[in-house]
């Protein structure tokens, strides 16, 4: 019998139910932690109105969609090629993750009100927004490398590549998209209550801490 650790998600991705608990909540993490993508929703929402969050959302996880799909292609024949490729990738991975851990940890809370001059306040029509919030997340080169870091530590080697790299990605956008929306509500109900300085910097501790954990442990995982 099967324990719920070694459960299969589905037959033919060979990603164990737990594997992927430990990439949500790496994932629920990452989402949660107000970016540039959170920053340009809630600008948005709040000069534009509510309506307008949606094409925001679907032009950040269309972006993160074409950078999943270069991230892995590439990644995926190197890591076929060579298992001492995929363990320099792996614990590479898991010190970009500390790394990126201990600098939200220490950074300064960030005031929305700084932004608000780099936004015309005239109407922009969705699909406006929609190819901006792509730009957005397309235009961080930060994401791609933490996509490039993160994907190794959940991938089975013997398995095909393709199914994994859909669950990861899939859940990815899902969450991303969720979080969003999430925070777009935020703006609309408390305007720039969430991004104050202080609450911005106790929030980036809490995450950071997080970051630096998965990733120690991250590194003393075996595939």
């Known amino acids: 019998m099967l324990s719920i650790s070694s459960y299969k998600i589905a037959e033919g991705f060979s990603m164990t139910f737990h594997s992927w608990l430990i990439y949500l909540v790496l994932v629920l993490v990452a989402c949660s932690t107000p970016g540039p993508a959170v920053l340009f929703i809630m600008t948005n929402v709040t000069l534009y109105g509510w309506k307008k969050a949606i094409f925001s959302a679907l032009g950040n996880i269309t972006g993160l969609l074409l950078m999943g799909i270069v991230a892995v292609t590439g990644l995926g024949a190197l890591l076929n090629a060579s298992e001492l490729f995929f363990n320099l990738v792996k614990y590479a991975g898991a010190i970009y993750l500390v790394y990126l851990g201990i600098r939200l940890f220490m950074q300064k809370g960030i005031d929305l009100n700084e932004l608000q001059g780099q936004f015309n306040p005239a109407e922009k029509s969705g699909l406006k927004i929609y190819l901006q919030a792509a730009g957005v997340a397309l235009s961080n080169p930060k994401a791609i490398v933490f996509l490039t870091a993160l994907f190794p530590e959940f991938i089975v080697l013997e398995a095909p590549l393709a199914g994994q790299f859909a669950i990861l990605i899939s859940t990815l956008m899902f969450f991303s998209f969720v979080f969003l929306m999430g925070y ?28 630096v954990a998965f990733g120690a442990l991250l590194a003393t995982t075996e595939h």
């Not at 777009?184 to 970051?211: D, E, N, T």
């Open 184 to 211: 777009a509500l935020l703006a609309h109900r408390a305007k720039f209550w969430l991004l104050k300085p202080q609450r911005m910097k106790r929030f980036g501790q809490v995450s950071g801490s997080i970051f």
